[in-house]
C-alpha cells in the first residue's frame, strides 16, 4: 500500500505546486488517512517538496480500524504534552524555509488559523480547498473491495436481527443489538448512529431511536452501516411487524421501491448528479409526495458516511465510474409513518454489468 498512498500525495503536490503553494498541510482526518494510511487523533500531514511529516501529538496507536501510518512517512511526535500538531508543522516548514502553505480551510478553526500565523506570521497561508476530497471520490478496487466487506456485515447483521422476536422490543435495544452484532462480525464499529424508527416513527431520514416499543401492524425502517478498515457503507430497508401489510402499506411501499430502482438504474458513468436525484424523485413526485421529501436521494460513501458526489436537485457534476454512492429514497406521513429504501452500489459501465450493488438484503416487503 505503500506506494499507493505515495501516489495519492504526489497527486496532490501536483495540485499545490499548480496554485502556486510549495506546500500542504491536511488537518481532515478522513484526508489524512487517506494521504498517510493512519490518522492518530488530532495529527496533520505537512506535505512538503521533499519530505512529508506526518505530525502527531505522541506515537500513533494500534487503535481496532484505526490504519497503520505508511512506512514511507516519517512520523514527527510532539515534545510536549498539550502541543497542536497543525501549529508545530507550520513552525517546522518555516525552519526549512518554506514561504507558502495551503490549509484546508474548511476544516481549520479560526484560532487554530490565528495559531498558525502567530507562529509563521512570513508563511502565505492558501486554501487547499476540497482538492483532497475531490481525489478521494473514485475508489481503487482495494477501498471498494473494504466497503464490499463491511457491506456484507451489515448484511449479516440486519439478516439475524430480522429471525428475532421484535413485538414489544424497544427502538433503542433494536439499535444497540444492531450495532454489537456490526463488532461481533467483525467491523470496526458501526458507521454511523444506526436509526430503528417504528410506527409513526418509520421512514424518518437521521431518525435517532427512542424508547416507544415495536408493536404489531408497524411500520419498522431500519438504517444502519458498518465500518471497515476506516471504509463506511450504509443500507436501509423497511418492514412490516407481525402480520399482513395493510393496502395502504403495500402501495406506499411499491411507490418507495420504484423510485429507488429509478435511481439505481440512473447510475452509470457520464450520468449528471441531479438526474439521478431527478430519477427517484419524479417516481415520488407523480404520485403527489411533493412535500417533505429527503434534500438529496443519495450521496458518495467512504472514509466518511457522506462525502461528495451529492445526488441533489441542485448538484452540478456527473459521475465517474468506481464511484461508490447510496441512493435512498423515503416518504414519510406524518402520524402514520413511512417507508426508506437504501442501497450502497458502485457506478460501474455497462460494460462491465452496470451498478454494482453492494447491500443486498432482499427488498421484498417482509412481515416478520
Known amino acids: 500500500m505503500s506506494e499507493v498512498y505515495a501516489s495519492r500525495r504526489t497527486r496532490l503536490r501536483e495540485r499545490c505546486n499548480a496554485g502556486g503553494s510549495a506546500a500542504a498541510l491536511i488537518s481532515s482526518p478522513a484526508n ?16 512538503g517538496r521533499g519530505e512529508d511529516l ?10 481496532p480500524g484505526g490504519g497503520r501510518p505508511d512506512d514511507a512517512l516519517r512520523v514527527h511526535s510532539l515534545s510536549r504534552a498539550g502541543g497542536d500538531p ?4 507550520a513552525d517546522l516548514l518555516t525552519a526549512r524555509g518554506g ?21 509563521a506570521p512570513r508563511l502565505r497561508l492558501g486554501d487547499l480547498g476540497g482538492a483532497v476530497e475531490q481525489l478521494r471520490v473514485v475508489k481503487d478496487e482495494e477501498e471498494i473491495s473494504c466497503l464490499r466487506i463491511g457491506a456484507e456485515i451489515a448484511d449479516q447483521a440486519l439478516g439475524e436481527l430480522l429471525e428475532s422476536i ?24 458501526a458507521a ?5 424508527a417504528s410506527g409513526p416513527n418509520s421512514g424518518r431520514r437521521g431518525h435517532r431511536p427512542t424508547d416507544r416499543r415495536v408493536e404489531e401492524g408497524d411500520f419498522l425502517t431500519v438504517c444502519l452501516g458498518a465500518a471497515y478498515r476506516g471504509y463506511r457503507c450504509e443500507i436501509g430497508r423497511t418492514f412490516v411487524i ?74 452540478m457534476g456527473k459521475l465517474d465510474a468506481c464511484v461508490p454512492v447510496t ?36 427488498k421484498e416487503l417482509l412481515a416478520l
Open 54 to 63: 506526518l505530525v502527531c501529538t505522541g506515537p500513533p496507536d494500534d487503535r
Open 99 to 119: 514561504d507558502s502553505l495551503a490549509v484546508e480551510e474548511h476544516h481549520l478553526t479560526v484560532a487554530r488559523h490565528r495559531a498558525l500565523r502567530s507562529v
Open 86 to 89: 497543525a501549529v508545530a508543522a
Open 166 to 189: 421484535l413485538v414489544g422490543r424497544t427502538e433503542r435495544h433494536l439499535a444497540l443489538e444492531l450495532e454489537r452484532r456490526l463488532v461481533d462480525h467483525g467491523a470496526d464499529g
Open 327 to 362: 441512493v435512498e429514497p423515503g416518504v414519510h406521513l406524518p402520524g402514520r409513518g413511512g417507508v426508506r429504501i437504501d442501497d450502497t452500489l458502485v457506478v460501474r459501465p455497462e460494460a462491465d454489468g452496470g451498478p454494482e450493488l453492494l447491500t443486498i438484503t432482499t
Open 242 to 315: 407481525g402480520t399482513s401489510p395493510a393496502d395502504w402499506q403495500i402501495e406506499l411501499y411499491d411507490l418507495v421501491f420504484a423510485a429507488q430502482r429509478a435511481g439505481r438504474e440512473a447510475l452509470a458513468p457520464g450520468a449528471a448528479y441531479r438526474d439521478v436525484d431527478r430519477a427517484a424523485r419524479q417516481v415520488l413526485d407523480s404520485a403527489g409526495h411533493t412535500e417533505g421529501l429527503p434534500a438529496l436521494m443519495g450521496h458518495g460513501v467512504g472514509l466518511e458516511i457522506e462525502e461528495d458526489p451529492q445526488l441533489t436537485p441542485a448538484a
Open 32 to 47: 489524512v488517512r487517506y494521504l498517510a494510511g493512519a490518522s492518530p487523533h488530532g495529527a496533520v500531514l505537512l506535505l
Open 192 to 196: 454511523f448512529a444506526t436509526s430503528v
